[in-house]
């Protein structure tokens, strides 16, 4: 009789590697999304065989820019506004990273806005996860511009009225060649669109709606996290390839999450290149794939220690 | 004292052999936002009577046996303080495993 | 470190300061940049994007000064040295990244052609009207380095000095320009590379294992790691220990704003890059900066010729300011003549400096153009009465 060989049982959490432990418990609230989107984005690590030597995330301020400081990667909590910019330098200094921007609506959106259009535009090759959460969590619950009407936040205690984004819809309109929908409720479905974010090159942009239970769900009576979630089970409707004119997003109404645009587009990078080779044919100096930018002499920063 | 907040829990499943996987829980992360016993797809955990050091309640293991190892709550963990696994399957050799009585929470 | 010969255009020019001063960057072995045009400044990236790409390197423009400032900081951890270059009103959007820079001590480069001001000012006219705002302008305490070249010359070889201090002290460098050196045309000795010092990354050689990404040993400059690389750090904008982690206690926020005071101050000596002329028996002596220095020689040497004892100091580092050097001065002098092109600026710490031992008089100029020799030479004959 052959013995049949027992795989080891695992002994911790597949996350866990992926986690800054000695900085455990986070800070996000009880019921907060967040860290559902870490796990999501752990998985599809995993699942993707991403070389996490070559990972870096970017974020920027806000609950959602806490994701940069809590996960064991090469990891840069920047501005408010400019995770896109900063990570757009550092893909470019050194193309052979995967550059992730993991960061909230607020800061994508609003002073980050500009940035977001022109990366979408460029097509440069980022992975932005936009944790929506409707709202400027950190500092207190303030309006933000994916607010929708009707709502209550802290600088529009009278309600909200002005007009709110359809993240899909703007950064497909900008050019992104990637663009998802999804909800804290929705992990799987989060998780493969992660994946396929990493086997996509150019400007890809995930957008999770989760909750904030301790201001705009509090502030709006919608409840807390898991009253929250089941809301998002209950009303989201998959819709894989909708127009992104058509899933605007209300105080409780339908949320249609799927994936709504993948195509095919050059990243920033093919198109230097193609650029760079035609007008310059063998003039042009290609990025050095030993090297990249960072030695600027003869032995490079440090000899033994450049990768 | 960081130690301390890391500490797995022994495996929540109780050894009833038929169970296909089982849960650990990290009690001291735990918000008890109750995201892993809604969504646990055969309703294998309820939020505890027990209290960690922060006043929330930690789910707790109440049909170990329907454990499927799926790690959807793991998933779901907006904290980190939880996760599935499947057992490994018991060699052909060895039909009945160690029913061992483990305590799943502290 | 010798420089890499393929950024460097050795020979002779017949160029302006912000054509030199790319050359500069690119001897000193910048090969990223990040920039938004804004005149007078905008020669020097149109120059590095058209050399760049044939030298090995990338420019980009992005779409506002907020971004450049902070893209060429990403480009700096990605592995490469950069730099962005503005004027006046795009100098002060880039005030908060420059303050990131700080915090997180990435070397880099700032380059500000000054131009009339305040707001959108004189587009296409010199001042120097951004000095102080060098030094203070983003929030917090922080330190920065800023040097003033005053010739197209200086703009290659002080280029240069900038980037190397700013990878020795891993702190941005501002370096202060302004229009007419910006726009001036005259000839630059560019030498061969093997002649050209640059500083390397202060790249640690620690393993993944060992290496904590502000963890000092003494030298209050950490060893800097680059995305990559599998050092699996953090780096962030808040108060932060040797980890990089958040740390956000007044004990750690001492320790931290300290250092990266101190790292600065403590090398003041070394940094402070000064010309000193016949200051030994000086009645007045003439302390200026950048354009306004050239223009100064002029009234000098004019009132020597009246038989007046004028010594010259022109400051090439204007921060950290050169504050023990003044304070010697001042003590063997009667009197410090200031012309700068503001309304007082660094006349305000060389009058503190002065500590009352000499008097302080200020040239201004609200800035369009350069001095009169003739104006800042009548204040010199004040000053020495």
């Known amino acids: 009789m052959t013995t049949t060989l027992v795989n080891p049982v695992p002994v911790g959490n597949p996350v866990e590697p992926f986690l800054r432990s000695d900085r455990m418990p986070h800070i996000w609230c009880p019921g907060c999304g967040i860290g559902t989107t870490v796990n999501c984005f752990a998985e599809a690590l995993i699942e993707s065989k991403v070389d996490l030597k070559t990972l870096a995330i970017v974020s920027g301020i806000g609950c959602t820019g806490r994701v940069a400081g809590y996960v064991k990667l090469d990891s840069f909590h920047t501005t408010h506004g400019r995770a896109i910019p900063f990570a757009t330098g550092m893909k470019l200094a050194n193309p052979h990273l995967n550059v992730v921007v993991y960061s909230g609506d607020g800061d994508l959106s609003a002073i980050g806005g500009n940035h977001l259009i022109h990366a979408a535009r460029r097509n440069i090759d980022l992975k932005v996860i936009c944790v929506n959460n ?16 009707h709502a209550t936040t802290s600088t529009s205690p009278y309600g909200t009225f002005e007009p709110a984004f359809n993240l899909p819809h703007l950064v497909e309109a900008s050019g992104a060649v990637y663009v998802a929908r999804w909800t804290t409720f929705h992990v799987r479905q989060l998780s493969r669109s992660i994946q396929e ?32 979630m089941k809301y998002y089970k209950e009303k989201s409707k998959t819709k894989h390839g909708c127009p992104t004119s058509e899933v605007g997003l209300t105080l409780n109404g339908e949320i249609i ?14 198109l230097l290149k193609a650029q760079m080779h035609e007008s310059l044919g063998e003039k042009y100096v290609d990025y050095d794939e030993e090297q990249g930018y960072a030695c600027s002499g003869d032995g490079g920063c440090a000899e033994d220690s450049c990768h | 004292m960081l130690a301390n907040l890391r500490e797995p829990q022994a495996p929540a499943c109780g050894g009833n052999v038929a169970a296909k996987g089982r849960v650990s829980i990290v009690v001291e992360r735990c918000k008890a936002c109750g995201f892993c016993v809604e969504f646990c797809p055969t309703k294998v955990l309820a939020l505890s009577s027990a209290f960690n050091s922060k006043g929330y309640h930690p789910p707790h ?46 | 470190m010798k420089a890499d010969p393929r950024g460097v255009l050795t020979g002779t020019h017949f160029i302006d300061g912000d054509h030199a001063c790319c050359e500069g960057a690119l001897a000193a072995g910048a090969r990223f940049a990040a920039g938004y045009p804004i005149t007078p400044s905008t020669e020097v990236v149109e120059r590095f994007a058209q050399r760049v790409p044939t030298v090995g390197g990338c420019f980009i423009q992005m779409e506002d000064e907020l971004a450049a400032s902070i893209t060429l900081q990403g480009g700096v951890w990605g592995g490469a040295k950069a730099f962005t270059v503005t004027s006046g009103p795009g100098y002060s959007l880039m005030m908060e990244h420059i303050g990131y820079a700080a915090m997180t001590e990435t070397p880099c480069v700032f380059v500000d052609v000054q131009r009339g001001g305040p707001s959108t000012g004189l587009p296409t006219l010199p001042a120097q009207g951004d000095m102080m705002q060098a030094r203070w302008g983003s929030h917090g305490d922080y330190e920065i380095i800023a040097l003033c070249p005053n010739s197209p010359q200086e703009c290659f070889d002080l280029t240069i000095k900038a980037f190397n201090f700013a990878e020795e ?39 993944v294992d060992d290496y904590l990404a502000y963890e000092t040993n003494g030298d209050m400059v950490p060893e800097m790691a680059h995305a990559g690389e599998g050092y699996k750090f953090h780096v962030t904008g808040l108060t932060h220990d040797e980890r990089g982690y958040p740390n956000m206690t007044p004990k750690v926020q001492q320790q931290l704003v300290t250092r990266l005071q101190n790292k600065i101050r403590s ?7 000064f010309e000193e002329d016949s200051t030994d028996n000086a009645d007045v002596i003439v302390v200026s900066y950048g354009i306004t220095s050239r223009v100064a020689q002029r009234a000098i040497d004019m009132a020597r010729v009246q038989g007046l004892k004028v010594g010259k100091f022109r400051l090439i580092t204007a921060w950290p300011f050169p504050e023990n050097k003044i304070r010697e001065l001042a003590g063997r002098t009667k009197a410090f003549v200031v012309p700068e092109l503001n309304l ?29 020799p003739e104006d800042i030479l009548a204040v010199i004959q004040e000053a020495a009465r």
């Open chain 1, 134 to 149: 409707l709202i400027y969590a950190m500092t207190g619950g303030q309006t933000a511009p994916t607010t929708p009407g």
């Open chain 3, 344 to 372: 007082g600026q660094m006349v305000r710490e060389v009058e503190r400096c002065a500590g009352g031992k000499a008097k302080t008089y200020l040239v201004p100029h609200a800035g369009g153009s350069v001095h009169h």
């Open chain 3, 267 to 273: 090398a003041a000596d070394r940094i402070c890059m």
């Open chain 2, 61 to 106: 293991v109440i049909a170990p046996e329907k454990c499927s190892g799926c790690d959807l709550c793991g998933m779901y963990c907006p904290d980190f303080a939880i996760y599935g696994h499947k057992n490994p399957a018991p060699p052909k050799a060895e039909a009945k495993a160690d029913a061992k009585e483990v305590q799943n929470e502290g």
């Open chain 1, 257 to 270: 999450v799927g994936k709504f645009v993948d195509r095919d587009r050059p990243d920033y990078s093919a």
């Open chain 1, 197 to 228: 974010a990493f086997n996509k090159k150019g400007f890809s942009f995930i957008e999770v709606i989760s909750p904030c239970p301790t201001l705009y769900q509090r502030r709006n009576k919608l409840g807390d996290g898991l009253e929250t």
């Open chain 3, 169 to 207: 002290f891993r702190v941005p460098v501002m370096f202060m320009m302004d229009e007419v050196v910006g726009h001036m045309t005259e000839k630059v000795v560019i030498p061969p590379a093997d002649q050209i010092e640059v500083t390397p990354r202060k790249h640690t050689k620690k393993s």
